[in-house]
């Protein structure tokens, strides 16, 4: 079956750097757009970056633009999200999700398969 597991989440203080990484199996990870979402306690969830399933454009939100960048390596079946200058407003259980010969789209509903979800935790 579909799995997409995200992983190098954990503890950061202000201002470090942090790469989250999403490996897909059971799906020809080079078809699928990726997103990466986010959810901070009590908020809704939010996608912060996208990368189309050419890998040829990627995609980032406003509310982290200049910081965070997304890629991918379809030789590894996995997506990238480096975050660059993290804030104690990125603290939030980051999700990644595929779609299928998808461009990049910001929302949910576009999706058709999700992570389990990592957490991100920036305090100092």
């Known amino acids: 079956q579909v799995q997409l597991v995200e992983s190098g989440g954990g503890l950061v203080r202000p201002g470090d750097s942090l790469r989250l990484s999403c490996t897909a199996s059971g799906l020809t990870f080079s078809d699928y757009a990726i997103g990466w979402f986010r959810q901070a306690p009590g908020k809704e969830r939010e996608c912060v970056g996208s990368?189309?399933?050419?890998?040829?454009?990627?995609f980032i939100s406003s509310s982290v633009n200049g910081r965070f960048a997304v890629s991918r390596d379809d030789a590894k079946n996995t997506a990238y999200l480096q975050m660059n200058r993290v804030k104690t407003e990125d603290t939030a259980v980051y999700y990644c999700a595929a779609d299928w010969k998808g461009r990049g789209s910001f929302v949910e509903s576009q999706y058709e398969y999700w992570g389990q979800g990592t957490q991100v935790t920036v305090a100092s």
């Open positions: 990368i189309t399933w050419t890998g040829g454009s990627s």
